[in-house]
């Protein structure tokens, strides 16, 4: 069936391969001073190309550590055991996870042999 049997409104606009209503440009351009000057104001990239996950991405307290952190800290009140209370807080708030990273930062895989 070609496009002249069918209802014109069945056919589209543009629908002829080779033909287009945006004209091309036959030399690339060039950038202008501004483009220049604009590149050089913007900060350096710190992010790894999606908004969120840069290099801070997860390093808190997640849901889960902020309710568990909550169930220690209420269970260690309930029980009166101060240490319990102080674990539940820090679990809460992200420090515990901060130590535990900063533990991890300290080995050194490569000093034990394989």
């Known amino acids: 069936m070609s496009?002249?049997?069918?209802h014109p409104s069945a056919v589209g606009t543009n629908t002829q391969p080779g033909t287009?209503?945006?004209p091309s440009t036959?030399?690339?351009t060039q950038p202008t001073s501004e483009s220049t000057?604009?590149?050089?104001?913007?900060p350096p990239q710190r992010h790894a190309g999606a908004v969120g996950l840069g290099?801070?991405?997860?390093q808190g307290a997640g849901f889960g550590d902020k309710l568990g952190g909550?169930?220690?800290e209420i269970k260690g009140k309930i029980t009166r055991n101060p240490e319990l209370v102080e674990h539940g807080r820090?679990?809460?708030?992200g420090i515990l996870k901060k130590k535990e990273q900063e533990q991890q930062?300290?080995?050194?895989?490569f000093a034990k042999p394989s």
């Open 3 to 6: 496009s002249s049997d069918a």
């Open 20 to 22: 287009s209503t945006v």
């Open 26 to 28: 036959d030399a690339p």
């Open 37 to 42: 000057t604009k590149d050089s104001q913007v």
């Open 55 to 58: 290099p801070a991405y997860k």
């Open 70 to 72: 909550l169930q220690e």
């Open 90 to 93: 820090e679990r809460r708030t």
């Open 105 to 109: 930062d300290e080995e050194d895989p």
